[in-house]
C-alpha cells in the first residue's frame, strides 16, 4: 500500500523496492499527477518497480491500482461508515483488495478504470482549491456549487480524453470525491485554497499548513496534461494562475470579466448536458491568463464571462 505524496513517491520506491516481493499487489493512495512526467501514480508504481526490481513493466501495470473516494482520513480514523473504489486493470485484482480492504464501516467497490479513478481523484484536489478560495473571498453557497459542478465537467472531460469511463466520474471517485473534499474543513486542499483566497500568498499559505496540498503541485501538471490532449480546462487554468508564486489579489477585479470576448459561437458540453451562449469559448496560455485576471477565467468556467448580453444559456438534466 503506497500512501505517499506524489511529488516524493518515484524515490520512496526505488528506497523500498528491494523489499518489495516480485508478484506483490501495489495499491495506490497517492491523488496526484507527477509533476515532472505528468504520469498518474499507478504509472509511476508500474515504471519505478519495473526499473529498480528488474521485473517485466507491463508485469507492474497489471499488479498496480488505485484506492479513491470520499475517504477523508480523520473520519475512517473514526470508524465513520465510507464507501470507495478499488480500480485495478483486472477485476479479480480489484476484487482481492477490496476483501482486504473491507470493514464494518468501510464499503470498497471495484472497477477496472484505472484512468478515471486516478483523473477523478487527482482533479478534484484542483477544484477543491477553488471551492476553498470562494470561501477565503466570502462568496456564498451557489458560487461553490458552480464550481463544484462545472469542475466535475471539465474532470470528466479530460479523463474521456485519456480513456476514461463517463460512468466512474459519476461514481464514488468522480462526485463523490469531489463533494467531500470541497465540502470539508478536514480537507487539506480546501483549507489551502481559503487560506489564499483570504490574502496569503502562496508561500504563506505552504508555510501555515503542517499537511501536503496535492492541488499546489498537481494543478501545473493537471492544465499541460489537459493542454496536451486539447481539453479545455478553465478551472484548473484559474486555479494554476492562483498558485503562482508572483499572484497577489489585486487581479481578482469585477472589471477582468469583461477583459474575456473572444466570439466563438455555442459552447457546448455534450458529457453534462449542458450548453451555453458564452463568447469565451476559446483556449488562452498562461501568459494571457496573467493579464486577463483569475476572475475573468473562474466567470468563463461559469459560462459568466462578461457583463454585456450574450445569448440565451441552457442546462438541460
Known amino acids: 500500500m503506497a500512501a505517499?505524496?506524489?511529488?516524493?513517491?518515484?524515490?520512496?520506491?526505488?528506497?523500498?523496492?528491494?523489499?518489495?516481493?516480485?508478484d506483490a499487489v501495489v495499491l495506490s493512495l497517492a491523488k496526484g499527477l507527477e509533476s515532472a512526467t505528468g504520469l498518474r501514480m499507478t504509472?509511476?508504481?508500474?515504471?519505478?518497480?519495473?526499473?529498480?526490481?528488474?521485473?517485466?513493466?507491463?508485469d507492474w501495470v497489471r499488479r498496480s491500482c488505485v484506492l479513491s473516494g470520499p475517504n477523508l482520513a480523520m473520519e475512517i480514523a473514526r470508524e465513520e461508515p465510507t464507501a470507495s473504489v478499488v480500480a485495478a486493470p483486472e477485476l479479480t485484482t480489484a476484487a482481492w483488495v477490496a476483501r482486504c480492504c473491507a470493514a464494518p464501516y468501510f464499503r470498497p467497490y471495484t472497477n477496472t478504470d484505472v484512468t478515471g479513478t486516478e483523473i477523478g481523484g487527482l482533479v478534484k484536489n484542483v477544484i477543491a482549491l477553488c471551492v476553498g478560495i470562494c470561501d477565503g473571498r466570502g462568496y456564498g453557497d451557489n458560487s461553490k456549487a458552480s464550481v463544484?459542478?462545472?469542475g466535475l465537467a471539465e474532470t470528466t472531460r479530460l479523463a474521456l480524453a485519456l480513456g476514461g469511463d463517463l460512468t466512474t466520474l459519476s461514481g464514488l471517485s468522480g462526485m463523490g470525491d469531489l463533494v467531500a473534499t470541497c465540502s470539508s474543513s478536514l480537507s487539506r486542499n480546501h483549507t489551502a485554497g481559503k487560506l489564499l483566497g483570504s490574502g496569503l500568498t502562496i508561500a504563506q499559505v505552504q508555510?501555515?499548513?503542517t499537511q501536503t496540498?496535492?492541488?499546489?503541485?498537481?494543478?501545473?501538471a493537471v492544465l499541460a496534461l489537459a493542454q496536451e490532449h486539447d481539453v479545455e480546462m478553465p478551472i484548473t487554468e484559474?486555479?494554476?494562475?492562483?498558485?503562482?508564486?508572483?499572484?497577489?489579489?489585486?487581479?481578482?477585479?469585477?472589471?477582468?470579466?469583461?477583459?474575456i470576448s473572444n466570439p466563438k459561437g455555442t459552447a457546448h458540453d455534450q458529457h453534462c448536458g449542458e450548453h451555453s451562449g458564452d463568447r469565451g469559448g476559446g483556449r488562452y496560455g498562461h501568459q494571457t491568463l496573467r493579464r486577463r485576471g483569475v476572475r475573468g477565467s473562474f466567470l468563463r468556467a461559469l459560462g459568466v464571462l462578461d457583463h454585456r448580453p450574450f445569448g440565451v444559456a441552457r442546462d438541460q438534466p
Not at 4 to 22: G, H, K, M
Not at 43 to 58: C, F, N, P, R
Request: glycine share 2%; charged share 15%.
Open 4 to 22: 505517499i505524496p506524489a511529488q516524493s513517491l518515484r524515490a520512496q520506491l526505488a528506497t523500498v523496492a528491494e523489499f518489495i516481493d516480485a
Open 43 to 58: 504509472e509511476v508504481i508500474a515504471q519505478a518497480l519495473a526499473e529498480h526490481t528488474g521485473s517485466d513493466h507491463e
Open 213 to 220: 496540498a496535492e492541488a499546489i503541485r498537481s494543478a501545473p
Open 238 to 259: 484559474a486555479v494554476w494562475v492562483c498558485c503562482a508564486a508572483t499572484f497577489r489579489w489585486i487581479s481578482w477585479h469585477p472589471s477582468c470579466s469583461a477583459a
Open 148 to 150: 463544484m459542478t462545472r
Open 207 to 209: 508555510d501555515a499548513m
